[in-house]
């Protein structure tokens, strides 16, 4: 007689692992149809409307990539911080931030567009850095938990830019209600509206690997994410990395923010964030906050927040899509889990 | 085995008594792990009954089934003739059976009639401090274990402590007694008196379980003795066949050489001291932990550190090895004041460490096998050049430590985790042996080592010894400190009781100083 038992493996086989995160995809989309086709939709008709409409067309491609860049930059962000065991919650307020503040630099100095532009860039990640600032004091000095100080900033910032969008900044000209006016400046398109915020953030996740892996600091960041307490014994100075990396996160947040901004709106509004910042957590911990791993991440999150949009000319709310997401994230915590495992058949003792 | 009446008549019962504990075939699986197997125990009313084991041998999960704590996934569980099958640590305490842990569980804010007193059912509704400390005082005279119901537990030595949280466990009417390694935290004067409360509660026709991992002092106290191995029951032999060699063999499961003898280090040359500490304090969050420490580690010799853990040894690697910075006092190594150098400068200086508690302040556990076993030489080449870190140059870092160590890896990319603790300690181990050139500080070396790993570890700091490395030792086994070093040292509340050679020291005066006694004052 032969019984079977499960027998936990201390490393998941990578062949298993990306099999099961694929199995629980179509699982949860299996999921969300089973619940379109019982409520009375058509799934098969809306897939295939959804898969057409992103990737049937040129105009669909460039709606995802312009969707796909944000993610990017908010996913390494988290992914960053999430290196040195910070969970930074706050890259939505980054990202706001940083757009603000390219903003502010786009609206107030005037110079050759090859200054203003990287005179923004570095504007947005030093807003972002900024935002991110008080709650990395706290946590490196304080023990002050990171998790909700970044959060609560995320609400000032919002409401920051939405007081500056209709306030202050708002444009002059009256054409706009609840934005400032066109910046004169913005991130050039180099495929359809595609501009070079996607490229850049594709090099800086590249970038951002061969750090993690290939330099001294990237091994010193391992260990003092994994156990501060074994950085320590090692004479790693712990808190300086600790503040580094998080101002780098928000630095990070905040550069998409500026992308977003100075590239794909246009204009400083309120909700410019569209969540990305959320997003991005998700993005960061189904890429097990491997930066590489943000791009495939990113891109599929893209490919479902598009989805979502094309679902909302069917008559769909959104909430459809943030179901699919949540359901995805769990399956893929239970398969994650699960490749660990092994079936052992053994041959049962006699007697 | 001899059969059951036999046992019952050689511990002087009526033939047919039925024992108070019996466990047959009791199994428990965990994901990927067989903790116990087909275990079979009797424990008769009026022994001490020892479980000895190595670490992972299965003790603990065996004693947490008997304690309702696990459920088993096999077997049979029968309490004075009655099948049982505990649902909660609740029903084996109805049913008798207590057990007092290696970390005591009493509310330290607390006197000792309110710990007592604290969650037993018998516990009037109402009732004022002074019927508490009567009813204190009373169990305390039944049950012969001498302790004032007044005292603050905080205020109590650890022994003491320990004396409460037995008294809390019979008054609550158990039969058998579960120690969990009881001496580990008593000095021997403790763990003698320990002893004596003991029989007297078996002499009233209870019985104790006794776990421990020290040979002598299971010969000492048992009755019989049952060795696991690997989750499974070895043997259960009567202590007086047994001998310290027999029962090593039984654990380990080969032959293995006690080291017996050792060459004392030779005749020391009159040299400098490499590491001088004068005066050193520590303060903690609320008290003092070092109070004027001074001494002076000369290279080529081992400083024993005796003394019951938590008075002050881990502080003392700590403040040697640059991981605390000294709140006043002056720490000199080869004559450069090296008091607030930082961890960093001393492990480059040659200071190696194998830290008391290696899973969370020596390794990353979750991190790979090659990240920790490169935890001390990353910063410099071949491993790193101009801030750039080779991977390829440090998974040979680790091949060569994880052979010399003699650790067989599957996988360096596993997390260090999933090493068993004795692997996790020689990778540990071998890691700082090789950079320290001057100094290596070893906190409770061979915990989680078997009898022959811990041969061989104590073998390599012999040889740094005779290379000229001078080795800090600290150790709750006397044994181990008396047959390896050649000076010890005794720490008490932060202080150092008391240093003496080796040659000149016995464990009655060592035991005298860990229980609080300046050398000076000796008798």
């Given at each position: 007689m032969t019984s079977m038992r499960l027998q936990r493996m201390p490393l998941a086989p990578p062949r298993v692992a990306f099999a099961l995160r694929v199995l629980s995809v179509v699982l949860a989309i299996l999921t969300a149809a089973l619940v379109l086709w019982g409520s009375g939709h058509n799934p098969l008709a809306l897939g295939a409307k959804v898969i057409s409409s992103t990737f049937g067309s040129s105009f669909g491609l460039e709606d995802l990539s312009l969707l796909f860049s944000p993610l990017i930059y908010c996913g390494l962000s988290v992914a960053v911080a999430l290196r040195i065991g910070a969970w930074n919650i706050g890259a939505e307020g980054q990202f706001n931030f940083g757009a603000l503040c390219a903003t502010g630099v786009a609206l107030f100095v005037s110079g050759p567009v090859w200054v203003i532009l990287p005179l923004m860039g570095v504007a947005g990640m030093i807003g972002g850095a900024l935002w991110i600032l008080v709650p990395t004091l706290a946590r490196a000095y304080a023990d002050v938990s990171e998790l909700i100080t970044t959060l609560l900033m995320n609400f000032v910032a919002m409401l920051l830019v939405y007081w500056l969008a209709t306030?202050?900044?708002?444009?002059?000209?009256?054409?706009?209600?609840a934005t400032t006016s066109r910046l004169p400046v913005s991130v050039p398109a180099f495929w359809g509206i595609v501009h070079w915020g996607l490229p850049i953030a594709i090099l800086i996740a590249i970038a951002l690997s061969l750090f993690v892996t290939y330099t001294r600091w990237g091994y010193e960041v391992r260990i003092a994410g994994a156990n501060p307490g074994a950085a320590r014994y090692a004479g790693m100075p712990v808190r300086t990395q600790l503040i580094g990396i998080m101002l780098l996160s928000g630095a990070l947040a905040g550069l998409g923010g500026m992308m977003e901004v100075a590239g794909t709106v246009g204009r400083l509004q309120g909700g410019i964030s569209n969540n990305y910042g959320y997003i991005g957590i998700m993005v960061a911990v189904l890429a097990r906050a491997a930066p590489i791993g943000v791009l495939a991440t990113a891109f599929f999150m893209a490919v479902l927040l598009n989805g979502g949009i094309v679902l909302q000319s069917q008559g769909l709310t959104t909430h459809t899509v943030l179901a699919v997401t949540g359901l995805i994230l769990l399956y893929a915590a239970i398969g994650d889990e699960a490749a660990h495992y092994k079936i052992l058949r053994t041959k049962a003792k006699d007697g | 085995m001899r059969d059951s009446a036999s046992v019952q008549q050689r511990l002087g019962l009526t033939p047919g008594t039925p024992p108070i504990l019996s466990l047959k075939s009791v199994s428990k699986y965990f994901p990927g792990v067989i903790a116990n197997e087909s275990v079979d125990l009797d424990v008769y009313p009026g022994e001490i009954h020892a479980l000895l084991g190595e670490n992972g041998a299965g003790k603990s999960t065996l004693m947490n089934i008997v304690t309702g704590i696990y459920k088993m996934d096999a077997g049979e569980l029968i309490v004075d003739g009655r099948r049982r099958d505990f649902s909660s640590p609740t029903d084996a305490i109805e049913a008798g059976i207590g057990m007092v842990h290696q970390h005591f569980k009493l509310v330290r804010a607390f006197t000792v009639a309110e710990n007592i007193h604290l969650g037993w059912p018998e516990t009037p509704k109402r009732i004022s401090r002074n019927s508490l400390e009567t009813r204190t005082a009373q169990l305390a005279t039944d049950l012969g274990l001498a302790v004032n119901p007044k005292a603050v537990v905080a205020d109590l030595s650890t022994g003491e402590q320990q004396r409460v949280e037995i008294l809390r466990v019979l008054a609550r009417d158990a039969k058998l007694l579960i120690l969990d390694e009881?001496?580990?935290?008593?000095?021997p004067q403790e763990a003698r008196e320990l002893f004596t409360a003991l029989r007297a509660f078996t002499a009233r026709g209870n019985a104790v379980i006794f776990i421990s991992h020290k040979l002598e002092e299971v010969l000492e106290i048992s009755d019989r003795i049952t060795v696991l191995r690997n989750g499974e029951k070895v043997a259960t032999e009567w202590t007086k066949d047994c001998t310290e060699k027999s029962l090593a063999q039984l654990m380990v499961g080969r032959e293995i050489v006690l080291t017996e003898t050792h060459k004392k280090s030779a005749i020391r040359v009159k040299a400098a001291p490499v590491l001088s500490l004068s005066d050193v304090s520590l303060k903690g969050e609320?008290?003092?932990?070092?109070?004027?420490i001074s001494f002076d580690l000369y290279p080529g010799e081992i400083l024993g550190i005796a003394g019951v853990a938590g008075n002050g040894q881990r502080e003392l690697t700590y403040v040697i090895s640059g991981l605390s910075q000294p709140s006043s006092g002056k720490i000199v190594l080869d004559g450069e004041d090296v008091t607030r150098a930082g961890a960093r400068a001393l492990a480059q200086k040659g200071i190696g460490h194998i830290p008391e508690d290696r899973l969370h302040s020596?390794?990353?556990?979750?991190?790979?096998i090659t990240d920790n076993a490169v935890l001390?030489?990353?910063?410099?080449p071949p491993l790193s050049r101009k801030g750039w870190f080779s991977p390829r140059g440090a998974a040979n870092l680790a091949r060569e430590i994880a052979s010399i160590a003699e650790v067989m890896v599957p996988?360096?990319?596993?997390?260090?985790?999933?090493?068993?603790g004795g692997n996790q300690q020689r990778l540990v181990a071998r890691r700082e042996m090789r950079i320290a050139e001057r100094i290596l500080i070893a906190a409770y070396p061979s915990r989680g080592l078997d009898v022959g790993a811990i041969n061989t570890m104590m073998r390599y700091f012999l040889e740094l010894r005779d290379s000229g490395v001078a080795v800090v030792l600290i150790s709750e086994e006397l044994e181990e400190l008396l047959s390896f070093s050649d000076r010890i040292a005794v720490m008490f509340h932060g202080e150092i009781m008391g240093t003496c050679p080796t040659d000149k020291a016995d464990a009655e005066t060592i035991g005298l100083m860990m229980g609080g006694t300046r050398q000076e004052d000796l008798p």
């Amino acid at each position: 007689m032969t019984s079977m038992r499960l027998q936990r493996m201390p490393l998941a086989p990578p062949r298993v692992a990306f099999a099961l995160r694929v199995l629980s995809v179509v699982l949860a989309i299996l999921t969300a149809a089973l619940v379109l086709w019982g409520s009375g939709h058509n799934p098969l008709a809306l897939g295939a409307k959804v898969i057409s409409s992103t990737f049937g067309s040129s105009f669909g491609l460039e709606d995802l990539s312009l969707l796909f860049s944000p993610l990017i930059y908010c996913g390494l962000s988290v992914a960053v911080a999430l290196r040195i065991g910070a969970w930074n919650i706050g890259a939505e307020g980054q990202f706001n931030f940083g757009a603000l503040c390219a903003t502010g630099v786009a609206l107030f100095v005037s110079g050759p567009v090859w200054v203003i532009l990287p005179l923004m860039g570095v504007a947005g990640m030093i807003g972002g850095a900024l935002w991110i600032l008080v709650p990395t004091l706290a946590r490196a000095y304080a023990d002050v938990s990171e998790l909700i100080t970044t959060l609560l900033m995320n609400f000032v910032a919002m409401l920051l830019v939405y007081w500056l969008a209709t306030g202050p900044w708002l444009d002059p000209s009256g054409m706009a209600l609840a934005t400032t006016s066109r910046l004169p400046v913005s991130v050039p398109a180099f495929w359809g509206i595609v501009h070079w915020g996607l490229p850049i953030a594709i090099l800086i996740a590249i970038a951002l690997s061969l750090f993690v892996t290939y330099t001294r600091w990237g091994y010193e960041v391992r260990i003092a994410g994994a156990n501060p307490g074994a950085a320590r014994y090692a004479g790693m100075p712990v808190r300086t990395q600790l503040i580094g990396i998080m101002l780098l996160s928000g630095a990070l947040a905040g550069l998409g923010g500026m992308m977003e901004v100075a590239g794909t709106v246009g204009r400083l509004q309120g909700g410019i964030s569209n969540n990305y910042g959320y997003i991005g957590i998700m993005v960061a911990v189904l890429a097990r906050a491997a930066p590489i791993g943000v791009l495939a991440t990113a891109f599929f999150m893209a490919v479902l927040l598009n989805g979502g949009i094309v679902l909302q000319s069917q008559g769909l709310t959104t909430h459809t899509v943030l179901a699919v997401t949540g359901l995805i994230l769990l399956y893929a915590a239970i398969g994650d889990e699960a490749a660990h495992y092994k079936i052992l058949r053994t041959k049962a003792k006699d007697g | 085995m001899r059969d059951s009446a036999s046992v019952q008549q050689r511990l002087g019962l009526t033939p047919g008594t039925p024992p108070i504990l019996s466990l047959k075939s009791v199994s428990k699986y965990f994901p990927g792990v067989i903790a116990n197997e087909s275990v079979d125990l009797d424990v008769y009313p009026g022994e001490i009954h020892a479980l000895l084991g190595e670490n992972g041998a299965g003790k603990s999960t065996l004693m947490n089934i008997v304690t309702g704590i696990y459920k088993m996934d096999a077997g049979e569980l029968i309490v004075d003739g009655r099948r049982r099958d505990f649902s909660s640590p609740t029903d084996a305490i109805e049913a008798g059976i207590g057990m007092v842990h290696q970390h005591f569980k009493l509310v330290r804010a607390f006197t000792v009639a309110e710990n007592i007193h604290l969650g037993w059912p018998e516990t009037p509704k109402r009732i004022s401090r002074n019927s508490l400390e009567t009813r204190t005082a009373q169990l305390a005279t039944d049950l012969g274990l001498a302790v004032n119901p007044k005292a603050v537990v905080a205020d109590l030595s650890t022994g003491e402590q320990q004396r409460v949280e037995i008294l809390r466990v019979l008054a609550r009417d158990a039969k058998l007694l579960i120690l969990d390694e009881p001496t580990a935290v008593l000095t021997p004067q403790e763990a003698r008196e320990l002893f004596t409360a003991l029989r007297a509660f078996t002499a009233r026709g209870n019985a104790v379980i006794f776990i421990s991992h020290k040979l002598e002092e299971v010969l000492e106290i048992s009755d019989r003795i049952t060795v696991l191995r690997n989750g499974e029951k070895v043997a259960t032999e009567w202590t007086k066949d047994c001998t310290e060699k027999s029962l090593a063999q039984l654990m380990v499961g080969r032959e293995i050489v006690l080291t017996e003898t050792h060459k004392k280090s030779a005749i020391r040359v009159k040299a400098a001291p490499v590491l001088s500490l004068s005066d050193v304090s520590l303060k903690g969050e609320q008290d003092t932990v070092l109070k004027n420490i001074s001494f002076d580690l000369y290279p080529g010799e081992i400083l024993g550190i005796a003394g019951v853990a938590g008075n002050g040894q881990r502080e003392l690697t700590y403040v040697i090895s640059g991981l605390s910075q000294p709140s006043s006092g002056k720490i000199v190594l080869d004559g450069e004041d090296v008091t607030r150098a930082g961890a960093r400068a001393l492990a480059q200086k040659g200071i190696g460490h194998i830290p008391e508690d290696r899973l969370h302040s020596g390794m990353a556990p979750t991190l790979s096998i090659t990240d920790n076993a490169v935890l001390r030489e990353y910063g410099a080449p071949p491993l790193s050049r101009k801030g750039w870190f080779s991977p390829r140059g440090a998974a040979n870092l680790a091949r060569e430590i994880a052979s010399i160590a003699e650790v067989m890896v599957p996988d360096f990319n596993m997390p260090a985790r999933n090493l068993s603790g004795g692997n996790q300690q020689r990778l540990v181990a071998r890691r700082e042996m090789r950079i320290a050139e001057r100094i290596l500080i070893a906190a409770y070396p061979s915990r989680g080592l078997d009898v022959g790993a811990i041969n061989t570890m104590m073998r390599y700091f012999l040889e740094l010894r005779d290379s000229g490395v001078a080795v800090v030792l600290i150790s709750e086994e006397l044994e181990e400190l008396l047959s390896f070093s050649d000076r010890i040292a005794v720490m008490f509340h932060g202080e150092i009781m008391g240093t003496c050679p080796t040659d000149k020291a016995d464990a009655e005066t060592i035991g005298l100083m860990m229980g609080g006694t300046r050398q000076e004052d000796l008798p």
